[in-house]
């Protein structure tokens, strides 16, 4: 791939879920032509053919992007896309990402995640497209072994769930490809809990069913929607015996993407290098809870639960690779996580149902 091309236009694989689409508004912000794929799974269908949250980000953007209803398992279909386009990169959100679930249905985590990647990086050879921002997550690196987490800390041991295990998978499979091929340049991001949504309040999470995370859950009992949420507790070795987390600003983690784009444009790097995108800062359970209850004025219910077998103390990243090699850094705060995430839920109290 010559990595000259002036190409702006980038495939977004799931470009309508959570992060894919907060991630389109910093994109046309760049000046990149942004086509999005997605089945429709995990988002919530508009008038017409195109999801609620690419007609928002059409709206805050004044922009359009360009849309297509298909699966990633749908090799023709996809390979009619590149036919369309001539694509810089690729970003590659699609998959499903729910723990729990994934130990239930484990044949369609695999069958999506990991054959759905392998489809989309077999298409993208077919078109000799090889520059991809890969969607991967903190949980490759299961129970740390040292804190902060680097990239160098082992990854793939004692993993317990489908979902984390499809990922270190699908990463293994972009290692080989890369050592395969050197024209390849795939930037790994591994999130860590990315919350909040756009300051405009217009755009944010909409979890189908309950939510398995705390920050929409944290929400969904300010709004009156959940009574009482249980905090595993209190015996864990931190600053209040809740669990610890790293947790990062989604528009925060919608611009790593653009500057990963930035680097694949202008930098002659090939291979696959993997990337902490977080704020490199641990916040409690309590403290989450706190933060969010003093922006909301709301009263938080919540009760103290034994922790599960396995339950980590705490999880955070070392944030310093990422600023060194993409001069990409989170600036958004924990008040602002939680301010966001309020005027979103204020707003749309039933997620994009509420507009449709
Ligand atoms: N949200 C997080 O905190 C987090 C953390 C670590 C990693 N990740 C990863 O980031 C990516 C995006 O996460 P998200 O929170 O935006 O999830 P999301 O569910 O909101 O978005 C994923 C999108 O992919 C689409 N999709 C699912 N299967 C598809 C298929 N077969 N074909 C086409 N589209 C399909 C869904 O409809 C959805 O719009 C996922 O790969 C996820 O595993 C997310």
């Known amino acids: 791939m010559d990595n ?15 992060i894919g689409s907060h991630t389109i508004i910093p994109l046309i912000e760049s000046g990149y032509e942004v086509v999005v794929i997605d089945n429709l799974f995990n988002a ?58 994934s130990c239930n249905i484990p044949l369609n985590y695999y069958k999506v995640n990991v054959c759905g990647s392998i489809n989309l990086f077999q298409v993208m050879m077919e078109h000799n497209v090889k520059r991809l921002v890969f969607s991967s997550s903190s949980t490759v690196y299961s129970e740390p072994h040292f804190l902060p987490i680097t990239e160098l800390h082992p990854v793939g041991q ?13 990463e293994g499979i972009i290692q080989d490809l890369c050592n395969s091929d050197k024209e390849w340049f795939v930037i790994i991001l591994r999130y860590f809990n990315s919350v909040g949504a756009h300051s405009s309040g217009t755009l944010g999470e909409d979890p189908n069913g309950t939510p398995s995370n705390l920050m929409p859950y944290v929400a969904q009992v300010a709004v009156g929607k959940i009574q009482s949420l249980n905090v595993f507790g209190k015996h864990c070795s931190t600053i209040d015996g809740t669990g610890v987390r790293d947790y990062i ?16 444009q202008k930098s002659n790097d090939s291979g696959a290098i993997a990337i902490n995108l977080s704020t490199g800062n641990g916040y409690s359970v ?8 003093q922006v909301s004025k709301q009263e938080i219910k919540y009760e103290i ?10 999880s955070y990243c070392d944030a310093s690779f990422a600023k060194e090699y993409l001069g990409w850094e989170a600036k958004r705060t924990l008040k602002e996580m939680c301010e966001d995430t309020w005027r979103w839920l204020s707003l749309y109290p039933q997620g994009f149902s509420t507009t449709t």
Do not use: R, W
Not at 4 to 18: C, D, E, P
Not at 305 to 314: A, K, Q
């Open 249 to 264: 600003h989604i528009m925060d983690l919608a611009e790593g993407h653009v500057s990963a784009l930035e680097k694949m």
């Open 286 to 293: 309590l403290q989450v809870i706190n933060m969010f209850s």
């Open 4 to 18: 000259t091309s002036k190409s702006k236009f980038v495939l977004l694989t799931g470009g309508a879920g959570y």
């Open 44 to 101: 919530c269908k508009g008038e017409g053919e195109k999801p609620v949250s690419i007609l928002q980000v059409e709206k805050l953007t004044g922009k359009q992007v360009t849309f297509y209803a298909i699966d990633l398992l749908d090799y023709i279909l996809l390979s009619e896309v590149f036919d369309k386009h001539e694509f810089c990169c690729v970003i590659h959100f699609a998959g499903l990402k729910y723990s729990n679930e």
């Open 305 to 314: 639960v034994d922790c599960p077998n396995g339950y980590c103390d705490s």
């Open 158 to 170: 004692s993993l317990v769930n489908v979902y984390d295990k499809s990922k270190y998978y699908i």
